[in-house]
């Protein structure tokens, strides 16, 4: 069975001020996840998203992709169980 997966990434790098969370945002259109991205005050993006571990993996490799990629310094990511909180793709504040 597939479980749902909670994926949480940490962008750091030249990520705010880019367009970042609206390309996140078009490319999860792309994919059967949910959740959220919003800027942090210390300067990086936190993404949250929901779905299988493959949809969120192709999701997290299209954002790279995306050309974004460039801007990523780096990204920290950590896997849990899903919690069902999200509907939709959202930015936030």
Do not use: C
Request: neutral net charge; without cysteine.
């Amino acid at each position: 069975m597939n479980t749902r997966k909670r994926l949480h990434v940490i962008y750091s790098g030249r990520v705010q001020g880019v367009g970042f969370r609206y390309t996140a945002k078009n490319v999860a259109t792309g994919y059967e996840v949910s959740g959220i991205v919003r800027n942090l005050p210390e300067g990086t993006v936190e993404l949250i998203a929901e779905g299988s571990k493959d949809e969120l993996e192709g999701f997290q490799q299209a954002i790279r992709e995306s050309g974004l990629g460039s801007l990523i310094a780096r990204e920290d990511v950590t896997w849990t169980e899903a919690k069902n909180e999200f509907r939709g793709f959202e930015i936030t504040r």
